[in-house]
């Protein structure tokens, strides 16, 4: 298989009155990506960061800002995303529905990697077209909790999506997000996830690293029985 682990904590569930070094500690403990969660309070009940934020962090950081946008108005947020140095963008297909392929095309046109992320409710084939088209998405998003939240119960009858996703794409990145940790990383990882988002599983950790270190783990091995 193509694809190669992406440990991705979560900085929705971290201090975000001390973002760079909370950022800065998690690259240290081995983390490949930073998840960051932009919340409009209209496509989801809660409030959290945008560009401003981002764009802050990025004088902090080298590190891959994985971005997830749950926004009503994604096309919105290209611009000043790509300005303020995001480095993946992942909109929601339940309200890109007329506008993916200009999304698609926009993001790219701004250095940023397309992604697409559903929610749990939301049918798996309703990506296909986004994945198959000749200006594609490079990664799919399967949330495994109702989006708006950390520390959400991780939903393992959302693995299902991961398994077709997987055998229909075996080279695409697959990310789940929400309630991920020691205890059902090895569903997710079984399934074929390779992009793996945890927020209060790493961030409550005693050891954080040790977390990383066991979700890698996971997925490396069970890509070997591949
Ligand atoms: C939820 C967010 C997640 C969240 C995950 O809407 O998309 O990224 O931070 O947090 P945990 O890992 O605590 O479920
Ligand atoms: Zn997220």
């Not at 993916?100 to 250095?111: D, N």
């Not at 569903?187 to 066991?214: D, K, Q, T």
Request: hydrophobic share 40%; glycine share 8%; charged share 20%.
């Amino acid at each position: 298989m193509g694809v190669t682990p992406k440990i991705a904590p979560s900085m929705l569930s971290s201090d975000f009155a001390n973002l760079a070094s909370e950022a800065k500690r998690m690259l240290d403990f081995g983390a490949d990506w930073l998840h960051m969660d932009i919340m409009d309070g209209h496509f989801v009940p809660n409030l959290t960061i945008g560009a401003p934020v981002i764009e802050s962090l990025r004088k902090h950081t080298k590190a891959y800002l994985d971005c997830h946008l749950m926004v009503a108005n994604p096309i919105d947020y290209v611009e000043p995303m790509g300005k303020a140095g995001a480095s993946g963008f992942t909109f929601h297909v339940e309200i890109s529905k007329d506008n993916w392929q200009e999304l698609i095309q926009r993001i790219k046109s701004k250095g940023m990697r397309p992604g697409v992320a559903l929610k749990p409710g939301t049918p798996i084939e309703e990506v296909y077209p986004l994945v198959d088209s000749e200006n594609p998405v490079e990664m799919v998003l399967v949330m495994t909790v109702e989006p708006g939240f950390g520390g959400q119960k991780f939903m393992p009858e959302m693995m299902d999506k991961v398994r077709v996703l997987r055998k229909k794409y075996p080279s695409l990145d697959i990310e789940v997000d929400g309630g991920l940790g020691p205890s059902t990383i090895d569903m997710a990882a079984s399934a074929g996830a390779n992009c793996i988002v945890a927020g209060s599983s790493v961030f409550g950790a005693p050891e954080p690293a040790a977390v990383i270190s066991l979700m890698r783990k996971s997925v490396l091995e069970n890509q070997e029985k591949c």
